[in-house]
């Protein structure tokens, strides 16, 4: 039986005013436990014995000095995933697939540092040295195959450990087929050396095997305000402003098409229609598509204009112009920093 919190039938504002180690959320519990049992069944039967072991943190990572796996507190308990959804738009990892996705990655960072596979040569021709700084902020190829692709914005681009953790997120998705998928691929060396490396290592025992929690909820006294504060800090973007021109060639300010209905209100009623799109193709964060959307609704509403014509031209140009926008971001000299998984 889940288990009851006080905590959970407040309103947000005094929600927002607990400290993270007030929640005293589990993995015990809950859904993330039988997403952990799924991994370890995809570990074992790929041959691999290592089982990471899980805590709750306030973010995703795998630190670098023990084998396991720090989940995000609002992922156990589903009060705490509606307000994650509120303050930052999107709930990374609240469903199973998406959650397994990143459960994938963050293993194969456990696999390296139980391993220290970054200090063999070839994987250090592969995929770099893993002492390689990481960058405040990466600028990806999207047509670049050197590279797999897993999670979203390429990420496997940033550093040389992301990259294998990446490839091997990949090799071990149950049926992702990637020996067809990456065919041709310069990123097809990389899969194949993982699976001929796990095969190796399945007989090997683990150098690092000391377990402890890095940065528990337990120990974080930042309140959930501070914590979302700099979370949406930390995501904000510095995104083009001039739309006007573009605006205009979509929609209509012309005063004989005032009895249409206006751009704005078109544009709220199809806003998840066209963020499902965009977010598809661009893999931009929820977040950042949302800022850059609300900034044009505010454009047409300043603007006056009109939606004239057939809605599904309308809103597909205005998917082009959304998804335009958001590359520029993307490749922008004024880009975000990235958040690392």
């Given at each position: 039986m889940p288990r009851r919190f006080a905590w959970a039938s407040l309103p947000d504002d005094r929600l927002l005013k607990l400290r993270l180690k007030d929640f005293k959320v589990t993995v015990e519990g809950t859904w993330l436990k039988r997403c952990l049992q799924d991994l370890y069944g995809e570990l074992e039967a790929r041959g691999l014995r290592i089982k990471p072991h899980a805590w709750i943190s306030n973010e995703w990572f795998?630190?670098?000095?023990?084998?396991?796996?720090?989940?995000?507190?609002?992922?156990?308990?589903?009060?705490?995933?509606?307000?994650?959804?509120?303050?930052?738009?999107?709930?990374?990892?609240?469903?199973?697939?998406?959650?397994?996705?990143?459960?994938?990655?963050?293993?194969?960072?456990?696999?390296?540092?139980?391993?220290?596979?970054?200090?063999?040569?070839?994987?250090?021709?592969?995929?770099?040295?893993?002492?390689?700084?990481?960058?405040s902020h990466y600028r990806?190829?999207?047509?670049?195959?050197?590279?797999?692709?897993?999670?979203?914005?390429?990420?496997?681009?940033?550093?040389?450990?992301e990259d294998f953790a990446e490839t091997f997120a990949v090799w071990l998705t149950p049926r992702s087929n990637?020996?067809?998928?990456?065919?041709?691929?310069?990123?097809?060396?990389?899969?194949?050396?993982?699976?001929?490396?796990?095969?190796?290592?399945?007989?090997?025992?683990?150098?690092?095997?000391?377990?402890?929690?890095?940065?528990?909820?337990?120990?974080?006294?930042?309140?959930?305000?501070?914590?979302?504060?700099?979370?949406?800090?930390?995501?904000?973007?510095?995104?083009?402003?001039?739309?006007?021109?573009?605006?205009?060639?979509i929609f209509s300010g012309d005063a004989r098409h005032r009895q249409s209905p206006t751009a704005a209100a078109f544009l709220r009623r199809n806003r998840a229609k066209i963020m499902q799109i965009v977010s598809k193709w661009?893999?931009?964060?929820?977040?950042?598509?949302?800022?850059?959307?609300?900034d044009m609704v505010n454009r047409c509403r300043r603007l006056r204009l009109r939606a004239v014509g057939s809605e599904r031209r309308l809103r597909m140009e205005f998917i082009v112009l959304l998804t335009a926008k958001t590359v520029d971001s993307l490749y922008g000299p004024s880009r975000r920093q990235w958040l690392a998984l």
């Open positions: 795998s630190p670098d000095d023990t084998p396991g796996i720090a989940i995000p507190f609002y992922l156990a308990h589903p009060r705490l995933m509606r307000l994650e959804r509120k303050m930052v738009i999107d709930v990374e990892g609240g469903t199973v697939p998406e959650c397994m996705r990143i459960l994938r990655h963050e293993a194969g960072h456990v696999v390296q540092v139980a391993y220290q596979l970054q200090r063999r040569r070839r994987w250090q021709e592969l995929f770099g040295r893993s002492s390689t700084r990481y960058p990806p190829n999207p047509a670049s195959r050197r590279h797999v692709y897993h999670l979203p914005l390429w990420y496997a681009q940033s550093h040389p450990d990637w020996r067809k998928r990456y065919a041709r691929w310069p990123a097809l060396k990389k899969l194949q050396y993982v699976d001929e490396l796990m095969a190796e290592i399945a007989k090997q025992k683990p150098v690092v095997t000391r377990r402890f929690k890095v940065e528990p909820l337990s120990r974080l006294t930042q309140t959930l305000a501070e914590h979302y504060k700099k979370k949406q800090a930390h995501y904000a973007i510095n995104h083009p402003k001039t739309y006007d021109r573009d605006l205009r060639r661009t893999g931009e964060y929820q977040l950042t598509l949302d800022a850059i959307f609300d």
